[in-house]
């Protein structure tokens, strides 16, 4: 029996499909997204393309593999509907109305150059950007576009046969600022981790990953904390502060146990990591969640670097 063949476009981007000869069992197929990100899809014969979860979800799958986010590795292969739940369950993307709107805004934000700049919003979103940003039309982001506007967050300047342009209001910007202190547009990743001087490397390790993919590593040790401020109320705020955290249970310190909860109380994502000399330690209530399980600091930055890749928008 010869290789089944795979299809002419990506079942979840419509990119072009190149087949992957070699597996008589298995529709394989790579798609190139950009000059530095490619994907390796693996389905089982009996994947559905037509199911439920695909045809109401595919704008999300879609912006997933855009933005360079898709969950999966390359040698995990997909079956059935609830493989794909499991990609929504595992992946960040805006799921709601107000994270639409948020989202839309944070990048208005990200266009303008100073305060008040008029932006084009043709400019800013063409075909390939309504889908990177999880939007099923241009008639949806006219919608939230729209929405901004009635809230007084955008302000609508000139409408033309070639689109229309907007700026940020004021209270735009201080809404803006209250999302980054809140977490959901914010730059800054909570460490959660042992600070005893013979893990050091490990403490290097977790800094250097999060600052190689463009996140603000934040350790209680270094942040300064004012003479009003107790050391609980500065960690509280900071731990609210951040858009996700690295929790390392290496040396099993409460603390972390601590930390940990609290910001996945706050609906933020939680990256777990322990060496393995330590895993057998770790404590049943988290020990289920999955972690990043390493014996040298290499092979953790390696893991922890294309696991904030795939669950982090950027």
């Not at 995990?76 to 990609?87: A, F, H, P």
Request: with cysteine; glycine share 4%.
């Amino acid at each position: 029996m010869g290789a089944l063949p795979a299809p002419q476009q990506c079942y979840f981007s419509d990119i072009e499909a190149r087949h992957i000869a070699g597996n008589d069992l298995l529709i394989e197929y790579a798609i190139i997204v950009s000059k530095k990100k490619r994907y390796q899809i693996r389905l089982a014969p009996d994947f559905i393309d037509e199911s439920e979860t695909l045809r109401n979800n595919k704008h999300i799958f879609k912006g997933l593999i855009l933005n360079g986010q898709w969950p999966l590795l390359d040698g995990e292969i997909l079956c059935r509907d609830e493989d794909l739940q499991k990609v929504l369950s595992q992946s960040v993307y805006p799921r709601n109305a107000k994270e639409k709107m948020d989202h839309l805004l944070s990048i208005l934000l990200r266009a303008q150059k100073f305060d008040g700049e008029i932006l084009s919003v043709n400019a800013i979103f063409n075909k390939l950007e309504i889908e990177q940003n999880y939007l099923k039309s241009g008639e949806e982001l006219r919608f939230y576009l729209k929405t901004l506007e009635e809230k007084d967050l955008i302000k609508r300047l000139r409408i033309s046969s070639d689109g229309f342009d907007v700026s940020i209001t004021l209270d735009g910007l201080l809404y803006a600022d209250e999302l980054l202190n809140s977490g959901v547009q914010s730059n800054r990743c909570f460490i959660a981790m042992s600070f005893d001087p013979d893990v050091l490397p490990i403490r290097t390790a977790l800094k250097q990953s999060c600052i190689e993919c463009g996140y603000l590593p934040v350790l209680m040790d270094e942040v300064y904390i004012g003479s009003d401020e107790t050391i609980n109320d500065a960690m509280i705020a900071e731990m609210r502060r951040a858009k996700f955290a690295i929790a390392d249970f290496t040396k099993q310190k409460d603390g972390v146990y601590f930390e940990a909860g609290f910001i996945l109380g706050l609906e933020r994502r939680v990256i777990y990591t322990c060496r393995k000399d330590w895993w057998d330690k770790t404590h049943f209530d988290t020990n289920h969640f999955p972690h990043i399980i390493y014996e040298d600091e290499t092979v953790l930055i390696r893991k922890l670097v294309d696991r904030i890749n795939a669950w982090l928008p950027s």
